[in-house]
T-cell receptor, first 113, second 112 residues
Framework: KAGVTQTPRYLIKTRGQQVTLSCSPI?????VSWYQQTPGQGLQFLFEYFSETQRNKGNFPGRFSGRQFSNSRSEMNVSTLELGDSALYLC????????????FGSGTRLTVV | AQSVTQLDSQVPVFEEAPVELRCNYSSSVSVYLFWYVQYPNQGLQLLLK??????LVKGINGFEAEFNKSQTSFHLRKPSVHISDTAEYFCAVRGGNEKLTFGTGTRLTIIP
């Protein structure tokens, strides 16, 4: 079966712009989580959605937002990009999200210049 | 609140030698524990998970981990490593309604 699909794989943006990243979970998975990975901070939790409802939110500024659609696909948006937003953004899905192990996508590498 | 500590940031091991990657966690509630592996330029792949029951958990690629509640540890082991095991390994914990929290990772390097 198809895995978690993240698009695009690579993205270069300039400071001040905004960006939207997309995640298509495995069919039947209703939980989607987003993580930011950087060499200095490691894996930082952004948000978790289950059946279109945000279930958990990490400690990121309001410039970071997300949503989940009725088909479980998810998007995250970052507005007013800063150089420090350069990172690998990982999406993960699971059936229900708690005791299930997440399946991760390959990520979107965002570079802000 | 919950947290995960991976005690070693880098572990070099000779090929075919055994390895143990250490993980300790902190939580005020019962937890689920996970180990993930990340190869270069890829996402994370689930190696194994502990939910309940037997404290020794077997995973993919010959890895296993032992849950020790009294020591709040969940160390990952493999009896004989291969070059292909070179990667970064992450321990993660989830308790109650908390998010899945990851440790800072251990980079495993296999020396031929």
């Amino acid at each position: 079966k198809a895995g978690v699909t993240q698009t695009p794989r690579y993205l270069i943006k300039t400071r001040g712009q905004q960006v939207t990243l997309s995640c298509s979970p495995i069919s039947g998975h209703r939980s989607v989580s987003w993580y930011q990975q950087t060499p200095g901070q490691g894996l930082q939790f952004l948000f978790e959605y289950f059946s279109e409802t945000q279930r958990n939110k990490g400690n990121f500024p309001g410039r970071f937002s997300g949503r989940q659609f009725s088909n479980s696909r998810s998007e995250m948006n970052v507005s007013t990009l800063e150089l420090g937003d350069s990172a690998l953004y990982l999406c993960a899905s699971s059936r229900r999200g708690r005791e299930d192990g997440y399946t991760f996508g390959s990520g979107t590498r965002l570079t802000v210049v | 609140a919950q947290s995960v500590t991976q005690l070693d940031s880098q572990v070099p091991v000779f090929e075919e030698a055994p390895v143990e990657l250490r993980c300790n966690y902190s939580s005020s509630v019962s937890v689920y524990l996970f180990w993930y592996v990340q190869y270069p330029n890829q996402g994370l792949q689930l190696l194994l998970k502990y939910l309940s029951g037997s404290t020794l958990v077997k995973g993919i690629n010959g890895f296993e981990a032992e849950f020790n509640k009294s020591q709040t540890s969940f160390h990952l082991r493999k009896p004989s490593v291969h070059i292909s095991d070179t990667a970064e390994y992450f321990c993660a914990v989830r308790g109650g309604n908390e998010k899945l929290t990851f440790g800072t990772g251990t980079r495993l390097t296999i020396i031929p």
